[in-house]
Structure formats: structure tokens, C-alpha cells
């Protein structure tokens, strides 16, 4: 395997929002970054971005992580010139993000699509002019009673829902290995339960 593959985690920068549902994209992109040994530690194009190679089983592939810092409804502002600067693909690119849809606990791959009215997904798309990417789509669920969903992405996991969302994330990275080296159909049968 030669070219080289982005992976995005979404979420808002700043220390105030990294343990928020918003940001399970980023605590995802993280986790890959620390078992891959790979330091997320370059500004580019408004992302805070890692690169290196990832080996499996004798395989190797280039990747480029990356953090958009634009927060999460503009993520597309440090996407679509990441992509074009490095001649990346869509079809090489997989956004790992929270999905209010999905019930909590979740994980769903798609190859492609709209944005599913997740605000960050639908500027990568309007950005990126494609929809012609992966996506993790990481399930938060709904907000309880009448809160809003504005409210309810900004807060943090409860104790209760890290018991669900520690081993989810470990899910969501050996998912991302399964998309690099075995394709997205395979991952989608694989992780999609």
C-alpha cells in the first residue's frame, strides 16, 4: 500500500470540550495516535496534524491524522486544504464523529453520503465539493427530556457512559485499522453491529 490515507477526528478545540460527547471524534483520533505512536504535533492549514506509518500483519500505510481547530462546524476549512495540498482522495479519507442518531454505544461505518445533519460532516462535504469519504460515525443518542442537542453534544460523558464509551473508542480505532488495510466493506460487515 502506497498512498497516503487521511484519518479526521471532529471535535472543538481547547481543554474545556475534550471530554464533551462533541469531541468523541477527537478522543478516537487520539487513542489511534498514542497506540500507533504517532505525535500529533504539526499546525497545518488550521489542524493540528500526526503522520507516520501504520503496520499490520506486514502491511504498511502512510497516514495523516488530523485535528481540525476550526471547531467542529467549519472543520471543513482545515480538511479541504489538507486534502488538496497532500493529493489526497476522498475516497482516502475517513472522518471519525459523534451521530445524535445513533444510540449511544454504537458504531457505524458508511463509505460515503450526506452529512446526516452533523453540522462538521456537512462542512467537509461543502468544502471537500464530494461526499465520496468514509465516515465512523460514532452513536451519542438522543438528549433526554427536552433538552437541547446543543446542550447535550457540549457536555461531558457521564461515569456511567465511560463504562460504554472506554471500550467503544478501542472499537472505533481497531475499526479505522480494519478501513486502512482491509476497505470499508469489510470494516462496514466487520464493526457494523
Known amino acids: ?17 475534550s471530554r464533551n460527547r462533541h469531541n468523541i471524534g477527537f478522543q478516537c483520533l487520539e487513542l489511534l495516535a498514542q497506540k500507533q505512536g504517532i505525535a500529533l504535533d504539526r ?17 504498511r500505510q502512510k497516514v495523516l491524522l488530523v485535528k481540525p481547530l476550526t471547531y467542529m462546524n467549519a472543520s ?3 480538511v479541504a486544504p489538507l486534502a488538496r495540498f ?8 475517513l472522518v471519525i464523529h459523534d451521530d445524535l442518531d445513533l444510540a449511544a454505544g454504537k458504531l457505524r461505518l458508511r463509505p ?22 468514509a465516515r465512523a460515525r460514532v452513536g451519542i443518542g438522543r438528549p433526554p427530556g427536552r433538552m437541547q442537542p446543543a446542550d447535550y453534544v457540549l ?9 460504554i464509551f472506554t471500550p467503544l473508542r478501542a472499537r472505533v480505532v481497531e475499526a479505522v485499522l ?7 466493506e469489510v470494516a462496514m460487515n466487520r464493526f457494523n453491529g
Open 112 to 133: 460515503n453520503g450526506s452529512s446526516g445533519g452533523q453540522n462538521g460532516v456537512r462542512s467537509i462535504i461543502d468544502h471537500l465539493g464530494s461526499q465520496e469519504f
Open 76 to 78: 471543513g476549512e482545515a
Open 86 to 93: 497532500f493529493r489526497i482522495d476522498p475516497g482516502s479519507i
Open 155 to 163: 457536555q461531558n460523558f457521564s461515569a456511567d457512559e465511560e463504562a
Open 43 to 59: 499546525m497545518q492549514q488550521r489542524a493540528l496534524t500526526g503522520s507516520g506509518f501504520i503496520t499490520q500483519g506486514g502491511a
Open 1 to 17: 500500500m502506497s498512498e497516503l490515507k487521511m484519518i479526521v477526528g471532529l471535535g472543538n478545540p481547547g481543554p474545556q470540550y
Open 178 to 184: 480494519c478501513w486502512l488495510f482491509e476497505g470499508i
